[in-house]
């Protein structure tokens, strides 16, 4: 087994999280002009 799918199977919580936050804030990012500007 590569080495890095075992190191993902023993880190997948923390990796999954930084994942989310990842698309949480390029969602934040490309939609703040719709969320934060509504006139």
Do not use: C, Q
Not at 3 to 19: G, K, Q, S
């Amino acid at each position: 087994m590569p080495l890095w799918i075992n190191w993902l199977m023993d880190h997948w919580i923390p990796t999954a999280l930084v994942i989310g936050l990842l698309i949480a804030f390029v969602f934040v990012f490309t939609n703040r002009n719709s969320l934060f500007y509504k006139e």
